[in-house]
């Protein structure tokens, strides 16, 4: 943490050397935690009945779960989003050149590059932070197979413009799903669109089961590849019919799964106050905009995304996120720098900044939020607070900053 030794005289931020806004740290990301008692009575059940992987009673029951919820025929809970990504990618036989965002969570492309498969990064639409249909097309090559799009902040893809593409340009296409559990695009539920759509059920993300995640799909067959592969490839005692891995999901995080489950109307509420609650505090603070969701879909409002223009604000996102930081509010900069910038990646591609003008601009703008259940309204307003003050002090601040040593 950065605090000055003496504090600056009328100042009242920690940078400046105040005591901070939060004895605790806020995270981005802090679990919400269901219904303890049913939680534990079911880790009691399981227990009794000594079943704990393997395709259990409650990985099934979750499953249903989901595939009711999302309104699609198959859901494969997994270990983790990534490991399920690389399944799905696999079963759908994606191979030489696969077009992805720059601007998402390093596993999108992680997912490809472990099985050798070539990311080929495409830059985004900066009003949604999605992959931009247009932009993508002058990446395909005769080595394309497939695009994976990442549903970003859980905001829908232009699922339709995308589909038009795969379809007229001979390509497979597959969704990372991980932030949109809950959401919707065009009234119908996220989970149904492309070959497949990869869901992350990290402890941080809106919807948890400590780790996991499902694969869904409308597609029969590549539903039995997958499950198939989930688990090495058996389909009996001694009888492997298929290359697999282990992707299960265990009991105990579908326990964790179906419980957190069961809260979701009262989970998707109190992110979508506290949201609200955000764009209130944060209004008329300059070169400050809190991204929107779309009030006509089904959203999970889980991250609360802040882009910070650097020719209007008086402190750039830099500046304002180790103003945060002192105050114990642990705000992120996802997904700065861009997966292009990122190793492998980076040594792979080292030009391919030049064809991301979009990701490379709102990477270095973009600030994410604390929101969830451990966030109140109060709280909201003490952030917003630290911001307007920061701003009013920003020469102070920057002045500070200069005599620091540089940090990331
Ligand atoms: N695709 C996309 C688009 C994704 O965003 C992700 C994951 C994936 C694929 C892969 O899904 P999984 O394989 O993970 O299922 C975090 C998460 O680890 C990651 O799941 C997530 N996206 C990404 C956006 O954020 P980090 O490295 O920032 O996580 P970390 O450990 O810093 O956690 C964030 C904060 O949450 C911490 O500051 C502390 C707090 N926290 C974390 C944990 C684990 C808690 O308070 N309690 C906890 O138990 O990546």
């Given at each position: 943490?950065?605090?000055?030794?003496?504090?600056?005289?009328?100042?009242?931020?920690?940078?400046?050397?105040?005591?901070?806004?939060?004895?605790?740290?806020?995270?981005?990301?802090?679990?919400?935690?269901?219904?303890?008692?049913?939680?534990?009575?079911?880790?009691?059940?399981?227990?009794?009945?000594?079943?704990?992987?393997?395709?259990?009673?409650?990985?099934?029951?979750?499953?249903?779960?989901?595939?009711?919820?999302?309104?699609?025929?198959?859901?494969?809970?997994?270990?983790?989003?990534?490991?399920?990504?690389?399944?799905?990618?696999?079963?759908?036989?994606?191979?030489?050149?696969?077009?992805?965002?720059?601007?998402?969570?390093?596993?999108?492309?992680?997912?490809?590059?472990?099985?050798?498969?070539?990311?080929?990064?495409?830059?985004?639409?900066?009003?949604?932070?999605?992959?931009?249909?247009?932009?993508?097309?002058?990446?395909?090559?005769?080595?394309?197979?497939?695009?994976?799009?990442?549903?970003?902040?859980?905001?829908?893809?232009?699922?339709?413009?995308?589909?038009?593409?795969?379809?007229?340009?001979?390509?497979?296409?597959?969704?990372?799903?991980?932030?949109?559990?809950?959401?919707?695009?065009?009234?119908?539920?996220?989970?149904?669109?492309?070959?497949?759509?990869?869901?992350?059920?990290?402890?941080?993300?809106?919807?948890?089961?400590?780790?996991?995640?499902?694969?869904?799909?409308?597609?029969?067959?590549?539903a039995a590849r997958i499950r198939l592969m989930t688990n090495f490839g058996f389909v009996d005692f001694d009888k492997v019919v298929h290359i697999g891995t282990n992707g299960k999901m265990p009991e105990s995080s579908a326990i964790m799964g179906l419980t957190s489950f069961e809260g979701i109307v009262g989970l998707i509420e109190t992110n979508r106050r506290n949201h609200e609650a955000y764009r209130t505090s944060l209004a008329g603070l300059p070169g400050i905009s809190l991204t929107a969701y779309d009030p006509r879909e089904r959203g999970n409002y889980q991250y609360v995304v802040v882009e910070v223009d650097p020719d209007v604000s008086p402190l750039n996102r830099d500046e304002l996120v180790r103003v945060l930081h002192a105050e114990n509010v642990l705000a992120r900069k996802y997904f700065w720098p861009g997966v292009h910038r990122m190793e492998p990646y980076r040594s792979l591609f080292p030009h391919a900044y030049l064809l991301l003008p979009e990701t490379e601009r709102v990477a270095a703008r973009v600030i994410v939020l604390p929101t969830g259940t451990a966030v109140s309204e109060e709280i909201i307003g003490r952030i917003a607070g630290v911001l307007r003050r920061a701003q009013e002090q920003a020469e102070a601040v920057r002045e500070h900053l200069a005599a620091l040593p540089a940090r990331t």
């Open positions: 943490m950065t605090q000055a030794s003496t504090p600056s005289p009328g100042s009242d931020l920690a940078l400046l050397g105040s005591a901070p806004a939060f004895s605790a740290p806020l995270h981005v990301g802090r679990p919400n935690i269901g219904d303890r008692e049913r939680l534990f009575a079911r880790f009691n059940e399981m227990l009794d009945r000594r079943w704990l992987s393997n395709n259990g009673p409650f990985v099934q029951q979750f499953e249903r779960a989901i595939a009711e919820y999302l309104g699609v025929r198959h859901a494969i809970c997994v270990c983790n989003a990534t490991v399920g990504l690389e399944i799905a990618v696999r079963a759908a036989d994606f191979r030489g050149e696969v077009i992805v965002p720059a601007y998402t969570f390093v596993a999108t492309a992680h997912a490809l590059q472990w099985q050798e498969i070539t990311p080929v990064f495409a830059d985004m639409d900066p009003a949604t932070h999605n992959i931009d249909p247009e932009r993508l097309e002058r990446h395909i090559t005769p080595r394309t197979t497939a695009i994976l799009a990442t549903h970003v902040w859980g905001r829908p893809c232009a699922v339709e413009a995308l589909a038009e593409i795969a379809q007229r340009r001979g390509l497979k296409l597959m969704y990372d799903a991980a932030h949109a559990f809950g959401c919707s695009s065009g009234g119908r539920m996220i989970g149904g669109f492309g070959l497949a759509e990869v869901f992350s059920f990290h402890a941080t993300k809106f919807l948890n089961s400590f780790e996991g995640g499902a694969i869904t799909t409308n597609d029969d067959a590549l």
